[in-house]
């Protein structure tokens, strides 16, 4: 492919794609960022420096911005990472999951199915829109069982009915419009880059500060994580071999509860900084990081379990994730250890790690 168009690259996974393509294809990318608080330049600095990268501030919800760069970057793909999408901002406001993750996907749709129809047969053969969506469009599961292809979608959050209502736009214009359109879902996505909203990477800057580490409810909730270099390389196949009018769930087959993932935090800072060494932990005479653990009260309609069967991406694809979930932890804190000063640029003036996703009314 000589050119693809990357929404939302520069944001979390987005972020980690764009380095991801530029060191395994020699596509041209244009980067497609809104820019909201957690899409941040800073997220790809030093990839702007690449002569085969182009970035655009735009909306993808703008018709007309979005027509615009079709005609002029003439794109043989498109990867839709763009979503607003954390839950617990989902439940304090909605609407610009809405205005995002529905409308924008309609509207980026609606632009490559015209696009598409000017192209030779050889350049609708070739164009892929591959959409980025979400292990909780399916809803919870209980102790048992896992989230394949054809389980029915139960979302339980307006985040979640958001990317599943995107989901079913982007089916219906393969069946509907023949565009040669893919799905993936994946699992909890952790690695470098993410914004210190989510709990990997909040949890490990409040210990460093030594301030409360919440976990709602009782901590059992079970996500399946996925380190972020394992689903870019298999956005990469679903890119390159996947079929149109397919999805493939990638899921990294980390099944592991809240307080587990905390717990585990806690270790590794200790490894980097000892609490006893830690003046922000010598104030509260707390000699272990685990002494900060907060139970809080749990997000509304929080989902118990998520766990993904990805056989068929392995089977169809050949895709096997290349890290265990302890290495690849391991380096994630390491790198949000190694880079405060990045987790400083981009929380500045937009988040101070406070409690959301309380609303219900």
Not at 65 to 81: C, G, K, T
Not at 89 to 107: E, H
Not at 193 to 210: D, R, T, V
Not at 259 to 287: G, T, Y
């Amino acid at each position: 492919m000589q050119s693809i168009i990357i929404t939302g690259g520069a944001g979390f996974i987005g972020a980690n794609f764009v380095r991801h393509s530029l060191a395994r294809t020699e596509a041209r990318l244009v980067i497609i960022d809104k820019l909201t608080y957690a899409g941040n330049l800073a997220n790809i600095e030093e990839t702007l420096k690449h002569p085969r990268v182009h970035f655009i501030k735009a909306d993808i919800a703008d018709r007309e911005a979005i027509s615009s760069i079709f005609s002029e970057h003439r794109p043989d793909a498109l990867v839709n990472f763009a979503a607003e999408s954390h839950v617990d901002r989902s439940i304090d406001d909605p609407s610009p999951f809405i205005q995002t993750n529905i409308l924008g996907t309609y509207v980026l749709l609606e632009v490559a199915r015209k696009y598409l129809a000017a192209l030779s047969e050889e350049g609708k053969r070739a164009f892929r829109f591959l959409h980025i969506s979400t292990d909780e469009v399916y809803g919870t599961l209980g102790d048992t069982g896992l989230f394949c292809e054809t389980t029915a979608y139960a979302p339980n959050s307006p985040y979640a009915a958001s990317k599943a209502s995107a989901d079913h736009i982007v089916r219906a214009y393969h069946e509907t419009f023949g565009l040669p359109a893919i799905i993936t879902n994946c699992s909890n996505n952790y690695g470098p880059y993410q914004f210190p909203e989510k709990l990997i990477p909040l949890m490990m800057l409040n210990a460093l500060e030594g301030k409360p580490l919440p976990i709602y409810g009782n901590g059992g909730n079970v996500r399946d994580w996925l380190y972020v270099e394992d689903h870019c390389a298999g956005i990469i196949l679903a890119l390159r071999n996947g079929k149109p009018g397919e999805k493939y769930n990638i899921g990294g087959g980390n099944e592991r509860t809240n307080l587990q993932i905390v717990d585990r935090v806690c270790e590794e800072v200790e490894m980097l900084l000892p609490a006893a060494d830690n003046p922000l932990m010598k104030q509260q005479d707390k000699k272990s990081y685990c002494e900060l653990k907060s139970f809080v009260p749990d997000r509304p309609g929080h989902d118990r379990r998520y766990a993904i069967d990805a056989k068929k991406i392995r089977a169809e694809l050949g895709w096997t994730p290349v890290y265990e979930f302890e290495a690849g932890l391991v380096k994630t804190i390491r790198w949000y250890f190694d880079n405060r000063a990045w987790c400083q640029t981009v929380l500045a003036g937009k988040y101070q790690r406070e409690r959301l996703g309380l609303r219900v009314s």
